[in-house]
């Protein structure tokens, strides 16, 4: 893999990483705000608050699981050619 292709890679990581922080940002304020008008609890508390604590954590739990079966990619980082000499 080419340093250009790694820089891609990296961007391309970045880049979906800021829009899946996006994506739990909304779900959170839709959980907490969207859902204050329910009026239905889960264990005596109210479902906004259940869904606006819990529930961003199992939805954030599963938007990493996406990005690491179809955005990441297990790559060396270092230079192929030159392992090593660097540093001795």
């Known amino acids: 893999m080419t340093d250009w292709e790694k820089y891609q890679q990296i961007r391309r990581e ?7 922080l996006l994506v739990l940002i909304l779900f959170w304020c839709w959980a907490g705000f969207g859902l ?3 009026d239905m609890e889960i264990g005596g508390l109210p479902l906004w608050a259940v ?3 819990i529930g961003v954590w199992f939805f954030a739990i ?3 699981k996406i990005l690491l079966k179809f955005v990441f990619r297990d790559m060396p980082l270092e230079d192929g050619g030159k392992e090593g000499s660097d540093h001795e």
């Open 51 to 53: 869904t606006s604590s």
């Open 14 to 20: 970045a880049a979906f990483t800021g829009l899946a």
């Open 36 to 38: 204050a008008g329910v």
């Open 62 to 64: 599963m938007l990493v």
